[in-house]
C-alpha cells in the first residue's frame, strides 16, 4: 500500500498534471457560473482533448472540471438567484437573500469554504471505505431505491414548508409535472396535449431557470412598480447600496466565528451527502436538498433560513459537494458510474485504456491512487482559484438594477436554449417564470416542486421494476430489509418533524 501511494505521489506530482487540474478547476467554474452549461457539458468538450494528453493529466483535467464546475453554480444561483446547475437551486434559498442584504461576498465565501471542506471529506470517505460500502451499494435494488425516494418526498413535504399541506402540493405537482412526456414502459405519450416537443417532457435547465430566475424577474418588478406608485423607494436598499456598490465591506466578510458556527451542519450535511452519494443514481441535487432540510430542523434560528442563514448555504453546498466522492466508489471498485458525470469521467478512463472494476484496485493501485491524489488536490485548486475568483465575480452586482434585470433576462433565455439548442425550451422557461411568479403568491416552495420533478422519473421507473420482479406483489417493499427501514424511518421522520412544528408553532 505504501509503495502504491509513494508511486501515485510521483505519478501526480509533475507541473504538466498539476497544470491540467487547475485549469480544468478554472474551466469548470467558469462553465458552472453561466446558466445552461454545466459540469458535464464541459467533460463532453474536453473528453476528446484528453487523447492528447497523458493518463494522469487527462484523468486530473475532467476531475478539475467536476470539481470546479460543482462549486461554479453556486455563484450565478447567489449573486443572481440563477442555479448555474441544477444542485445550486438549493443554494439560491438563502444565498440570494444576502446578496440582496448587500452581503454577497459573505454568502460566496460561505459556499466556497463549504463546498471545498465537505469535498475533501467525501474523497476521504472515498479513499478509506471504497471497497466495503461498493458491496453496500450493490444490494441496493429497485424496492430499496424506491423506498429511498418515497422518504425524500414525504420528508421534503412536511419539512419544506411551514405548512406540510403545501409541501404536499409542493411535492404532487412536481410528480406531476415529471410524468409528462413518453411512458417508459410501453412507450406512449402522456399528457403532452398534441404538443410534439413535450414528447421528452420538461427538460431541467429551462424549467430550473424559469421558476427561480424568471419568476425573481417578475417579482422584482412588480415590486418597483408597486414603489413607484406609491411614490417611495426602499430605505434598506439606498443604505446598503450606493449604485449598487456596498458601503460596508464588513458586509461581504465571513468572520471565524460565524464559519464555526456553520461548521456542525457543514459535517451533518457532508454525512447526508455522502450517504447519497454511495447509492448510484440517487444525485447532488437530493443530497442538497436533505442537508438542507435537516439543517433547518437542527438549528437553533430555523426562522432565518429562507432569509440569509448561512447555514442554508452551508448545507446545500456540504450537501451536493459530499456527494461527489462516495458517487466515484462504485465507479472505481465495480465499474458502475454513479451519474453522468462519473459516466464520463469513465469514457476519459477507457481513452486511456484503463477499466474500473473489482480487479483494479490489484491491477492498477498505483494509478487508483494517483486518482486519490487528484481528487484532494483538485480541492485545493478549487480553495484557491474559487477565492480570486468571487472576489471579481461579485462586482457584477455593482451594476444598476434595470441593466442587471435586463442581463438576467437575456442569461435566462441563452441558459435555457443551449442545452438543447431548442427554442421551445425558451417558451418553457416563460411559462415557469409566469408559474413560479405565481406559486410564490401562494407561498409553495419551488425548490420542492423542482426536487419532486426531478425524482419522480426515478421513482416511477423503480416502482414499476419492483413490482415487475416481484409478480405485482406489493410486499416486496416490505420483505427487504433495506426497503423496510426506510418506510419505517419515513413514518417516524414525519411524526417527528409534525411534532416539531407543533412545538415550534406554540413556543
Known sequence: MLEQLLSGLNMVLVPENLLWAGLGVAFGMILGSIPGLTDNMGIVLMLPFTYYLGPIAGIALLMGLTKGGNFGGSIPAILFNIPGTPQAMVTCIDGHPLTKQGKSGKALKQALFSSVM??????????????????????????????????????????????????????????????????????????IFHVIDLADGFHIMPMVIGMLAFSEVLLQLEQQIMNRLRK?????????????????????????????????????????????????????????????????????????????????????????????????????????????????????????????????????????YALFIILLL???????????????????????????????????????????????????????????YLLTKFKINLPTIIVAFFLGPMLESKFRQSLSISGDDATVFLTKPISLTFLILTIAAVFFLLKRKKKLMTD
Open 118 to 191: 465537505a469535498d475533501a471529506c467525501s474523497d476521504l470517505i472515498l479513499i478509506f471505505l471504497a471497497a466495503p460500502v461498493a458491496m453496500i451499494a450493490l444490494k441496493i435494488g429497485p424496492p430499496e431505491y424506491t423506498s429511498i425516494i418515497i422518504f425524500s418526498l414525504i420528508v421534503i413535504s412536511v419539512a419544506a414548508s411551514d405548512k406540510p399541506l403545501r409541501g404536499l402540493v409542493a411535492v404532487v405537482l412536481g410528480l406531476l409535472l415529471g410524468t409528462v412526456g413518453t411512458d417508459p414502459e410501453f412507450g406512449t405519450t402522456r399528457l
Open 378 to 436: 483538485s480541492n485545493f485548486f478549487t480553495l484557491l482559484i474559487g477565492y480570486f475568483y468571487i472576489k471579481r465575480v461579485r462586482k457584477v452586482t455593482s451594476i444598476p438594477k434595470f441593466y442587471l434585470f435586463t442581463g438576467i433576462i437575456v442569461f435566462s433565455v441563452i441558459g435555457s436554449y443551449v442545452s438543447y439548442a431548442s427554442l421551445f425550451d425558451v417558451y418553457v422557461m416563460l411559462v415557469f417564470g409566469i408559474l413560479g
Open 232 to 368: 417611495r423607494f426602499s430605505e434598506i436598499q439606498a443604505e446598503v447600496f450606493k449604485n449598487g456598490d456596498v458601503i460596508n465591506p464588513d458586509y461581504h466578510r465571513l468572520s471565524w466565528k460565524e464559519f464555526r458556527g456553520t461548521l456542525p451542519t457543514i459535517f451533518r450535511s457532508t454525512g447526508i451527502g455522502a450517504a447519497i452519494g454511495i447509492i448510484p443514481g440517487i444525485g447532488t441535487t437530493v443530497g442538497s436538498y436533505l442537508s438542507y432540510i435537516m439543517a433547518k430542523q437542527y438549528s437553533k434560528h430555523p426562522e432565518k433560513f429562507g432569509n440569509g442563514a448561512l447555514e442554508g448555504i452551508a448545507a446545500a453546498e456540504a450537501g451536493n459537494n459530499a456527494v461527489n466522492g462516495p458517487n466515484l466508489i462504485p465507479l472505481v471498485t465495480l465499474g458502475i458510474p454513479g451519474n453522468l458525470a462519473a459516466a464520463l469521467i469513465l469514457g476519459g478512463f477507457m481513452i486511456k485504456g484503463l477499466v474500473p472494476g473489482p480487479t483494479f484496485m490489484q491491477t492498477n493501485g498505483d494509478m487508483l
